[in-house]
């Protein structure tokens, strides 16, 4: 777990903001969730074989016996909320987005980390394909938002609880003989949950993996036709994608189409998001009725790692720093500075007692434009602003520089 601190913390507002503003043009509406939920709800909805629910949750019990987990994704608490709230009932699909902070007792490396952040958005209500893309169009749109281009999509299909349980008997069957010769994990796998092989991050065991059966001929004709159709949008849309049939993603609830986006800039920790669709999850966390969805989540600390390292977004700079010269000076400017501020202009106003020390302040906070202040200035009323890249002097009245002020961005 980490500290974000300035100036990051300014690209990870730039990016939240660019991100609601995209969310705002696909008619996407704000959800909040608590991070603490009740530990079966991740244990059903993700599932007891992944990772994360074997492994990585932050769980406790609380004082009156219950067990509680901080939230490893927030999708299943989604998910949870819709039911609570019978947001079923509401007109159309629920288009609802979030951002806030995951947890994961993962082992830490760049890009990975045990409180991260997730921008993520869930369509429900809807099985049709042509959601599947819009779905896909929206994340593109926030990369390009925040002056992201170029980076990778990988598509899948796990098809339908059907077409994977024919699937993960194949696999089974096949592991039955290679088996042994792979990692532990995979061996466990092999019996209980043998789709989750496919995810294995262990290098000795990929040249296995890739002669594996591939998912996409067990696919039945309704998820091929569905996944023909998720595809055909894309095309339509000129978003340029790449099918993995491996792509199997590490949770459990996923149905018909999977995907993910990575980027270059990333190196081991490349995947910038992931999601699919995961019609079933509502009824299986108890829904009465059917709430096919579909959904991604970005993981926010590497958007930020790639916006960072590609420079597209420069926070904002220190607009004004005014020097006051002496205790009177001090507080006429406490007061100018208010009515500064008021036109949305940046001001720091010094408190050292020796001017030069001021001045040298201003050139290290890179402010745009000094004003000193001292008693003359006080008793005329008239105000000498300087541009510090251009070095020029203006001597303004108090209303000319605030005209003067208002109009610099
Ligand atoms: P996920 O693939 O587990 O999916 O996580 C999505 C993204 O979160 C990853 O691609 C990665 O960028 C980021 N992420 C995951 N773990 C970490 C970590 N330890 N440190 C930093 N970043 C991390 C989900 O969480 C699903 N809820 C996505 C979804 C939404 N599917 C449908 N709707």
Redesign the pocket.
Known sequence: MRDILPPSSAVWNQVEAAARRTFARFNYREIRTPVLEETALFARGVGEETD?VSKEMYTFEDRDGSSLTLRP???ASVLRAYIEHRLDQQPGLQKLYYMGP?F?R?RPQK????Q?Y?I?A?AIGSDSPAIDAEVIELVVAILHEVGIRDFELLINSVGSKESRSRYNDALRAELKEVAPRMCEDCQRRAETNPLRVLDCKNPQDQPIIEQLPSILDFLDENDRDHFRRVREFLDDRHIAYTVKPRLV???DY?ARTTF?ITHGALGA?N??????R?DGLAEMLGSKVAAPG??????E??LVMTVEEQETVRPRPLDLYIAPMGDAALRHCAVLAGDIRNLDVSVEIGTERKLKRMLELANKLEARYTLIVGDNEIVTQSYTLKDMASAQQETLTRQALLDRLRNIH
């Open positions: 994360i994704e927030n999708t995951m994961r993962e890009g990975r980390y045990r991260f997730q993520g869930e993603r590490g949770l996923y993910e920790q995947a910038i998001l992931g999601g699919g995961y579909i959904g991604f989540s970005i993981g600390d590497r």
